[in-house]
């Protein structure tokens, strides 16, 4: 089970494609988010800032389950402005 190929579906304004390990600088950008993180089934109180670690460590998750699941999961790449 698991290690399928993700394909890469690209669209005229979007591109679905796995995970690589220069993403955490996206996700790093991105910080966090109380409202976003309550959503999920968190606490506001437990939010914390991104770290470069976290970053880093969020990407490894994505690409670790790609490996061992079935289910995909994709970064979403907007094309340059």
Request: aromatic share 6%.
């Given at each position: 089970?698991g290690n399928?190929?993700?394909?890469?579906?690209?669209?005229?304004?979007?591109?679905l494609?796995?995970?690589?390990?220069?993403?955490?600088?996206?996700?790093?950008?991105?910080?966090?988010?109380?409202?976003?993180?309550?959503?999920?089934?968190?606490?506001?109180?437990?939010?914390?800032?991104?770290?470069?670690?976290a970053a880093?460590?969020?990407?490894?998750?994505?690409?670790?389950?790609?490996?061992?699941?079935?289910?995909?999961?994709?970064?979403?790449?907007?094309p340059?402005?």
């Open positions: 089970m399928l190929s993700v394909p890469v579906l690209a669209g005229k304004r979007v591109t494609r796995p995970a690589r390990p220069d993403d955490y600088e996206a996700r790093l950008r991105l910080g966090t988010d109380a409202e976003i993180d309550r959503m999920y089934g968190g606490s506001r109180d437990d939010v914390r800032p991104m770290t470069e670690e880093r460590r969020w990407v490894r998750g994505l690409r670790i389950y790609e490996i061992r699941s079935t289910m995909r999961r994709f970064a979403l790449e907007l340059s402005m």
